[in-house]
């Protein structure tokens, strides 16, 4: 029995390997042969999912949150509130609230809505 082009033990018909899998889909091969039989190969997908937890960021600017979305792999989903008068305060855009909230996982890659103004 090869996993990645290994041998492995085969006990009782049953094996183990412990494989490094990428964030996102895996392929993983596996070829079994034994002697008298014709050999046997088989692909398996795996994807491993990596989760990271989203910071607070209400009350960070815009452009600060921007950056820490994407540091962790996640993309930022900006909608600006406020009118005429937001536009003509001088200052920056603060993040008022975000969705989903602080403190929750969230895969790698996920688009993080962020609300913000120059007031919250």
Do not use: Y
């Amino acid at each position: 029995m090869l996993v990645l082009g290994r041998p492995v033990r085969v006990a009782r018909g049953e094996f183990r390997a412990v494989v490094p899998l990428q964030a996102g889909s895996n392929l993983i091969d596996v070829g079994a042969s034994a002697s008298g039989a014709v050999p046997a190969w088989n692909a398996l997908r795996v994807t491993r999912e990596v989760l990271v937890t989203l910071p607070d960021l209400i009350g960070a600017t815009r452009d600060d949150a921007i950056a820490r979305l994407d540091a962790l792999g996640l993309r930022a989903e900006v909608e600006e509130e406020g009118g005429l008068l937001d536009e003509l305060l001088g200052g920056d855009w603060i993040v008022c609230a975000s969705d989903p909230p602080a403190g929750r996982d969230v895969r790698r890659g996920a688009g993080i809505h962020l609300t913000v103004a120059k007031v919250c």
